[in-house]
């Protein structure tokens, strides 16, 4: 049962990795907030699956980034070096995150995981409406 919680928290944690991209893509984007919108009455179970699928790519774009990042800080040279200007690379440009952008960033992995952990609560919470049902 333990690898179906897991199994289940992983999926969970995917589904709102994709709810969390998806409402910044809506923000962001009135064409797709339209579009959005428009297959909301649609299927729920497709609508969730998607969002799972979109979540499990960005949490594998988030590692990557970090291995890369972990990477380039173990071939960072010594403090007396990186005070120069560094050459110009060439191929692909790199996108800079400003320290507002970023601290942004760390502010929404924040929400999500309480996010998370607010949800772990209430399924482990017992139900105190049960005797309520009619």
Do not use: N
Not at 75 to 89: C, F, H, I, N, Y
Request: glycine letters at 6%; hydrophobic letters at 35%.
């Amino acid at each position: 049962m333990s690898s179906r919680s897991s199994d289940w928290f992983t999926r969970a944690r995917h589904f709102f990795y994709g709810t969390a991209t998806a409402l910044v893509e809506l923000l962001e984007d009135p064409q797709k907030r339209a579009e959005s919108f428009g297959r909301l009455p649609g299927d729920w179970a497709a609508l969730a699956a998607e969002l799972e699928q979109k979540g499990e790519q960005i949490e594998q774009e988030a590692v990557r980034y970090l291995k890369s990042l972990r990477h380039e800080a173990t071939k960072a040279p010594g403090p007396a070096v990186e005070s120069q200007t560094p050459a110009p690379q060439s191929g692909s440009p790199t996108a800079t995150i400003s320290k507002e952008e970023m601290g942004e960033l760390m502010e929404l992995i924040h929400q999500i995981e309480s996010l998370r952990l607010e949800l772990e609560r209430l399924r482990t919470e017992p139900c105190s409406d049960a005797g309520l049902s009619a």
